[in-house]
């Protein structure tokens, strides 16, 4: 069973910084993982912050480009979100999904991926 496993969340006041950390075990080929950060308030819905394929490919939701990065570290089983310049509007309870993909295959929607960590809140005061 694959399980994953997030930490690094907190509370930083506005502009702060967090760096969060995300573990995959069990039985699947990491290096082929499309993983992601997904973040999800109350009342607001699931929304995507960032994904990044096996090949190192990322992409970002619109209002965290330039200040998060999102990164792999394949020997270690271990993706990361740096995320700088926070704001209060990235309060939220942050996950780590994951999913195979077929190489050159584009990740998929947020309700598609098979494999969920338990979460890691962070939370920016103003």
């Known amino acids: 069973q694959v399980r994953l496993v997030e930490s690094g969340g907190g509370s930083v006041q506005a502009g702060g910084s967090l760096r969060l950390s995300c573990v995959a075990s069990?039985?699947?080929?990491?290096?082929?993982?499309?993983m992601a950060w997904f973040r999800q308030t109350p009342g607001k819905g699931r929304g995507g912050a960032a994904t990044i394929r096996g090949d190192g490919t990322t992409s970002y939701e619109d209002s965290v480009k330039g200040r998060f990065t999102i990164s792999r570290d394949n020997a270690h089983n271990t993706l990361y979100l740096e995320m700088t310049g926070l704001k209060p509007e990235d309060t939220a309870m942050y996950y780590c999904?994951?999913?195979?993909?077929?190489?050159?295959?584009?990740?998929?929607?947020?309700?598609?991926?098979?494999?969920w960590g338990q979460g890691t809140q962070v939370t920016v005061s103003s």
């Open positions: 999904a994951a999913d195979s993909i077929p190489a050159g295959r584009a990740c998929p929607a947020a309700d598609e991926f098979a494999y």
């Open positions: 069990g039985p699947i080929a990491y290096s082929a993982l499309c």
